[in-house]
Nanobody, 118 residues
Framework: QVQLVESGGGLVQPGGSLRLSCAASGSISRIYVMGWYRQAPGKQRELVAT???????NYADSVKGRFTISRDNAKNTVSLQMNSLTPEDTAVYYC????????????WGQGTQVTVSS
């Protein structure tokens, strides 16, 4: 059984920063790509950023230059540093990872709320 547990969400003023973290646990053989997605009220879930095992990153255009994704392969963690936040960044943020145990599966965290408001 694999679990992804997120932390670090909350309320922040426009222009502020937050750091999200996600830890994977369980009978993990290997973690391939890890990433963050978000879903705002009334909208579809969208990709925010992904990172491969060798550190190759990919960002949504809306967050380029403001968000930075990183991972610690030894600790099975992925983080998202979010700077210059705007109200449009308000959403539930979900951690995602493609993980091999006995089989390879796509796993999601429970989500953490990020609210940007004055």
């Amino acid at each position: 059984q694999v679990q992804l547990v997120e932390s670090g969400g909350g309320l922040v003023q426009p222009g502020g920063s937050l750091r999200l973290s996600c830890a994977a646990s369980g009978s993990i053989s290997r973690i391939y790509v890890m990433g963050w997605y978000r879903q705002a009220p009334g909208k579809q879930r969208e990709l925010v950023a992904t990172i491969t095992g060798d550190g190759t990153t990919n960002y949504a255009d809306s967050v380029k230059g403001r968000f930075t994704i990183s991972r610690d392969n030894a600790k099975n963690t992925v983080s998202l540093q979010m700077n210059s936040l705007t109200p449009e960044d308000t959403a539930v943020y979900y951690c995602n990872a493609v993980i091999r145990t006995m089989y390879t599966g796509n796993y999601w965290g429970q989500g953490t709320q990020v609210t940007v408001s004055s």
